[in-house]
C-alpha cells in the first residue's frame, strides 16, 4: 500500500480516471447520488489530490482545494472492499498538513461527524440536506 498526493494538473491520466472512478462508484453508485461529481473544481490550478494505491488499484482518496486564504476538504472516498483499514484517515491527515496554518472547511455525512472530529474538525453549522443525504458544515481552526 503505498500513499501519494499531487497537484491535479500533475496527474498522469489513468491514476486521475482511477480516482475520479472510485469517487463516482462511491458517491453515484453506491450512494445512489445523482449529481454533478465531476464540478469543475479538480481542474483548478491548487487543487490537490490524495490516494491510497495497492497494486495499481486506488483504494481511497480526498481533496484538497484552496478557497481564498482558507482550504476545503472533500470528496472523501473508499472502496467498499478498503474500508476499516484506515486508508482514509492517512490521506486526511496529509491533507490536514498540507492546509496547515489556514483554517480547512467540509461538509460531512451526518453519520460521520465524529471520523471527521478526530482530524480536529468540529460542527460550525446548521444540518442540511444535500441528494438526500444529511450534512453538517465542519471546520478546523487555522494552526
Not at 24 to 36: K, L, P, T, Y
Not at 75 to 95: D, F, K, S
Not at 113 to 140: C, K, N, Q
Request: aromatic content about 8%.
Amino acid at each position: 500500500m503505498t500513499h501519494h498526493d499531487s497537484l491535479t494538473a500533475e496527474l498522469d491520466p489513468i491514476t486521475l480516471y482511477k480516482i475520479l472512478r472510485l469517487r463516482s462508484d462511491v458517491f453515484i453508485v453506491e450512494q445512489e447520488c445523482a449529481f454533478a461529481e465531476l464540478d469543475g473544481r479538480d481542474i483548478e490550478e491548487t487543487a490537490r489530490l490524495f490516494w491510497s494505491e495497492d497494486g495499481g488499484e486506488i483504494l481511497a482518496t480526498v481533496r484538497l482545494l484552496h478557497d481564498g486564504e482558507e482550504r476545503r476538504i472533500g470528496r472523501v472516498a473508499t472502496a467498499e472492499v478498503a474500508r476499516g483499514h484506515g486508508y482514509a484517515g492517512i490521506l486526511m491527515q496529509n491533507a490536514v498538513e498540507q492546509g496547515a496554518g489556514r483554517a480547512i472547511h467540509l461538509d460531512a455525512q451526518e453519520r460521520l461527524e465524529g471520523w471527521y472530529a478526530r482530524y480536529g474538525f468540529a460542527r460550525s453549522g446548521p444540518d442540511f440536506l444535500e441528494d438526500d443525504i444529511v450534512h453538517i458544515p465542519m471546520t478546523r481552526p487555522a494552526d
